[in-house]
């Protein structure tokens, strides 16, 4: 599965890896959030290293449907209901420090974006609600939103909740630009290399699949952090959602053209994206409509689904029903993770003696909050934190939140039990015929728990325990991968780690 961005992309060269060199900061992570706080360091004269495990933006940045957006489906009221009004605020001005951020830098490297209304709709009756309750938060915030009861979607809605004049665009534009900018300032990217583990002495050490190397602050900007000081990991609910593009007839009717997200389930998140230069003439020679449509949702806690490529067919009917003669041209899925409170973490870690900082807990708003979380991290590091963001930082955790909290700590009790359970009382590995192509299992070698898949005409056999804390695994049908249903880590069928908070591969 590969993402509509990534797939016409320019490759971005990495720059070569120097054992034992010494940096001012040591950015782990080439998303929207590291490159971004790495030019920040560079414009203030700071030596800069991003390290990244694979290549830039093959994550989070890169599987986006990127709307730039301070309307956020039912954001807001999810986090007013666990916090308190001032949190809200905080989160808003936040939010709102972060687009006005990006979109002046995109302005000035004459990146293409384009403006549109974000609307956060009600599928269903039940719905309605909800969209009344966003509307009145946002207001309450300084949103400068409205309520309406039509939409230009080609299906019913039950009322929405509008906030105009905000943005889309393509994410791995932007991310091209701020690395280009980085390097010109002296700073460098270093791709295909793994963060292993960071001691915080002074300066901090980093230790990577390649050597060591040397900082004096580092700044964890992966989609959770790969330390387990302050157990993030377990405040933490990694989610997977799922997005595809789609060609339509030159004579479709009229694409919608807001940012659309529904506040209800199924959750349905709908926009287009401009034909580039010179692919207008091409799309209308071959009688197709200019624009592309998106679609996303049918989002779900990783691991914990058993088929996961039923969702993924479940969005192309979607589609097809609403958008006649739809052709899926790219499908993608993206992993997002969700804290108690809906806010997400940003600032130092424990136990790190104010040397090892990390951002993480975005909840599918990467956008806007990757950005305040650079500023968040640029200012706590030169002493000139924003006001909003020391709210967020000295927030109080409510009972609402432990609750939630807890909640999701004992499902993922039970899964860790389910996980080995299961396979304990199964069958053998060698009583199972080989899996068909594409699919995997799971079961008992002895007393550990195996994983056999075939991919690509390759069968291959892993340990089916995740290094992390030792939760089974679970097959992810659609992407073919090995996903752990505690705590998000996921690897290929050879047992090559992909993503999530462990460090290691799987045995093979």
Not at 137 to 159: C, H, K, N, Q, Y
Not at 334 to 356: C, K, M, N, S, W
């Amino acid at each position: 599965m590969t993402s509509l961005w990534l797939a016409s992309t320019p490759e971005i060269t990495t720059d070569p890896f120097e054992p034992d060199a010494r940096y001012d900061e040591v950015v782990v992570g080439a998303g929207l959030t590291g490159l971004t706080i790495a030019l920040l360091f560079a414009r203030a004269g700071r030596r800069v290293a991003v390290l990244e495990s694979r290549s830039i933006g093959a994550l989070a940045t890169g599987k986006s449907t990127a709307k730039l957006s301070l309307l956020q489906s039912s954001q807001l009221q999810k986090i007013k209901a666990h916090t308190y009004q001032s949190v809200v605020q905080a989160y808003v001005d936040g939010n709102l420090a972060g687009q006005r951020w990006l979109l002046d830098y995109a302005d000035s490297r004459g990146i293409a974006v384009q403006r549109r209304d974000a609307v956060s709709y009600a599928g269903t009756s039940e719905g309605v609600a909800t969209v009344e309750r966003e509307y009145r938060i946002a207001a309450s915030a300084g949103l400068p939103v409205r309520l309406t009861d039509t939409t230009d979607l080609p299906f019913e809605t039950f009322g929405a909740v509008v906030l105009p004049d905000q943005a889309q665009f393509d994410p791995l534009d932007i991310l091209g630009a701020l690395a280009a900018d980085l390097r010109e300032l002296g700073g460098v990217i270093i791709q295909g290399t793994r963060v292993i583990g960071v001691k915080a002495e002074k300066p901090a050490r980093v230790r990577t699949s390649r050597g060591e190397v040397f900082g004096d602050h580092v700044l964890l900007t992966t989609g959770t952090p790969m330390l387990n000081r302050g157990l993030y990991f377990a405040k933490l609910s990694a989610k997977r959602s799922y997005a595809a593009s789609y060609s339509l007839p030159a004579d479709a009717t009229l694409l919608p053209q807001g940012m659309y997200l529904s506040v209800d389930a199924p959750t349905r998140s709908v926009r287009t994206v401009p034909a580039k230069d010179g692919v207008t003439a091409d799309a209308g020679a071959a009688g197709l409509a200019a624009d592309t449509l998106i679609v996303g949702g049918n989002g779900h806690p990783v691991g914990r689904e058993h088929d996961t490529q039923r969702l993924v067919d479940d969005l192309h009917e979607w589609t097809a029903d609403h958008f006649p003669g739809a052709k899926p041209t790219h499908s993608w899925s993206a992993q997002d993770y969700e804290t108690p409170h809906r806010v997400p973490f940003v600032g130092y870690l424990p136990r790190g003696r104010g040397r090892i900082y990390f951002a993480s807990g975005y909840d599918k708003w990467g956008m806007t909050n990757a950005v305040q979380a650079a500023l968040t991290l640029f200012g706590d590091i030169t002493g000139d934190t924003p006001p909003w963001a020391k709210v967020l930082h000295h927030r109080v955790t409510l009972p609402a939140a432990i609750a939630s909290g807890l909640g999701a700590n004992a499902a993922t009790g039970w899964w860790a039990l389910k996980g080995w359970a299961g396979v304990l009382t199964g069958p053998a590995t060698d009583d199972l015929p080989l899996p068909d192509e594409g699919q995997g299992f799971i079961a008992r070698s002895g007393l550990r728990p195996t994983g056999t898949s075939t991919v690509d005409g390759r069968t291959c056999q892993v340990s089916a325990v995740c290094p992390h804390l030792g939760g089974v695994l679970t097959w992810n049908t659609a992407e073919t991968s090995w996903d752990c249903p505690l705590h998000g880590s996921r690897f290929a069928p050879d047992g090559t780690l992909l993503e999530g908070p462990t460090t290691h591969d799987l045995r093979t």
